[in-house]
């Protein structure tokens, strides 16, 4: 998994505590097990996070800033409209979604993630929200869909699904299935009329 972080140091200490989370859970995870999967001091650690709480949060702003980018480059290549819906909603989720839900710790880690940075994923699904959105009107404007509301409201209606599909699966392979039947859905609905 790759991080969205500003320096190289942050972005080991990110990639560090995130095995650290994936393979014993947040609660049981110290900020030594962090330190020393990123191979420096605790104290060196504590310069650049006060506690795993804030690095818990560094984890899930890395995961936003990437989604983004990653879901406004999927729709914004060539082809079907329902290839660039499946591969902008595969994005939304990336390889975070794969690591959660593989982990024995998924959903502790989807706890920690609302009690921890519960106001920095609804940020976060508001950046992607508006992804969708800017996609939606661009592609309206140009003929290459139908829309009957608001872009920016459909664009919350592909958050709130895309949601609903990763509390609702089983296992990753569920999710990515319930994605790929979302994204065909949406290409039928959006399609443009003859």
Known sequence: MTFSAPDSKTQTILAAAW????????????????????GMSRP??????????????????????????????????????????????????GETMEAMMSSAHGMELFEASMNVAGDMIEEGEAQLQAVYGRWLRAESARGQLQMTGEADALG???????????????????????????????????APLP
């Open 156 to 190: 919350g209606v592909f958050c709130a699904c895309l949601k609903g599909i990763k509390h609702t699966s089983k296992s990753y392979q569920s999710y990515r299935s319930g994605v790929a039947e979302f994204a065909a859905l949406c290409a039928r609905a959006l």
């Open 44 to 93: 060196a650690l504590y310069l650049h996070f006060k506690n795993k709480e804030a690095i818990f949060r560094g984890l899930v702003a890395s995961y936003y800033a990437e989604a983004a980018h990653e879901v406004a480059a999927a729709l914004a290549q060539e082809g079907a409209l329902s290839q660039r819906l499946a591969r902008a909603f595969a994005a939304h989720g």
């Open 19 to 38: 095995a650290g989370f994936s393979a014993y859970g947040f609660r049981k995870t110290s900020m030594d097990d962090i330190a020393r999967g990123a």
